[in-house]
């Protein structure tokens, strides 16, 4: 692992200018001269970051005993927690000038990140963990998908705009289960997108809340050694309609790794007919599926560290946020509405535990994006599951 210093030394080079500049040296000078210069000035400014770094380094050691205390963080050794500190200081030094440079037109970001619980995490840890690889790895698919069963159209098309409710929030309706966390072993945000997604229409159907399994759709909907890795969210529904549907989670309980299929006897608890594509570039289209059921999204979460350490304190995208539509990341969108400065946002559930952004949900910026795309691309693959 490789950590990079926030406030590299300068180099000789900018020294030698700035020495000579400052002391107003003429020239010409010998070789030996401006080494004793340089080796004098770089002395001086060497000894005077010491101090600064000193008094910064205590500040930041106390933040970061604090925050281990807060997230229970513990290492095997000294050498560990040395190298985890590292990681730490080079985060927090970020999120706090995140926070403090003003967005593009002066919004403020005061807040919008913070030191979590991924904060000892380089960004390339956390990439290859929680999220599918670097930015530019796309889930593999594509936006295409496999043609659901019940025709490739799309059910929410003909819906009035002006028929539906002017926000929704699925979590009030009971059609939400708690927020799971994929945890560092296994990239599978797919199959918590898929399962939230059934979740959510099962219970908009049948008036039934049941947390469906994940584990299953790891170990049994994929190929060996594919159940942890990137994948569209349609295969898992495709899953669901050819197994006859998913199992409970309390029957068949995630762990995190991909293992043996073993769905066989175990209770079916919800079953779909089919799954449609949300017509990509299109927030319009993706509004009225929403209005109707929980719609599993692709989205791209690891362009820099700013979803990683998102807050959940605003809106991501409204201060723009830097973002791609190389999709690396999967959620499933709970809902929408208009913040009281009349921001318009998807309200998201993410697979990262509870105390990741506001209690593991988070509010992305909606209707900003003039080609359709949706901040971070989470048009681009948007589908949800039909149970006719
Ligand atoms: C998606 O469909 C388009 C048009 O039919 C096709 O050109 C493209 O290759 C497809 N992409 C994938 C990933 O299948
Ligand atoms: C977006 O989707 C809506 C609803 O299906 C449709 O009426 C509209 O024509 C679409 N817009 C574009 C630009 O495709």
């Known amino acids: 692992m490789q950590v990079e210093l926030a406030a590299p030394i300068p180099s ?24 004793v210069i340089l080796s004098c000035c770089t002395q001086f400014a060497l000894a005077a970051r010491e101090v600064s770094t000193a008094g910064d380094d205590k500040a930041m050691r106390e933040r970061y005993e604090k925050w281990m205390v807060e997230n229970g963080q513990t290492y095997e050794d000294s050498a560990e927690k040395a190298r985890r500190f590292e990681v730490f200081k080079f985060n927090a030094h970020f999120i706090d000038s995140y926070n403090a440079a003003a967005g593009p037109g002066g919004k403020s970001r005061t807040g919008l990140l913070t030191t979590n619980k991924f904060a000892d995490l380089t960004g390339d840890e956390f990439r290859s963990t929680y999220i599918s690889g670097r930015s530019g790895g796309a889930i593999s698919g594509g936006i295409n998908g496999t043609m659901p069963p019940l025709g490739s159209g799309f059910m929410y098309g003909a819906v009035r705009l002006s028929d539906m409710p002017a926000s929704m929030d699925w979590r009030e309706k009971g059609a939400v289960t708690q927020v799971k966390d994929q945890g560092l072993t296994c990239e599978c945000c797919w199959a918590f997108s898929a399962a939230a997604a059934v979740e959510g229409i099962h219970q908009i159907k049948s008036g039934n809340l049941v947390s469906l399994s994940v584990q299953q759709l790891v170990d049994c909907s994929t190929g060996a050694n594919d159940g942890c890795k990137p994948r569209d969210m349609d295969k898992a529904f495709q899953y669901i309609i050819d197994s006859g549907g998913l199992t409970t989670e309390q029957a068949y309980s995630y762990q995190g790794y991909q293992g043996t299929c073993s769905a066989s006897g175990k209770p079916i608890a919800a079953r779909i007919r089919g799954f449609q594509d949300v017509p990509p570039r299109n927030e319009t289209a993706l509004f009225l599926a929403v209005a109707h059921q929980p ?7 690891g362009i820099n560290s700013v979803m990683q350490f998102f807050s959940g304190t605003g809106i991501y995208g409204a201060a723009g946020e830097p973002c791609t539509e190389d999709l690396n990341h999967a959620m499933t969108i709970v809902g929408y509405g208009t913040d009281e400065h009349g921001t318009k946002y998807w309200l998201m559930k993410n697979s990262w535990g509870s105390t990741w952004a506001d209690q593991g949900y988070v509010k992305i910026a909606r209707d900003v994006v003039s080609n359709g795309a949706g901040i971070c691309g989470l048009t681009m693959q948007a589908s949800y599951p039909v149970v006719a």
Do not use: N
């Open 12 to 35: 000789f080079s900018t020294m030698a200018s700035s020495s000579t500049h400052s002391m107003g040296l003429t020239m010409p000078f010998s070789l030996a001269t401006v080494l």
């Open 295 to 301: 719609v599993s999204i692709g989205l791209d979460a």
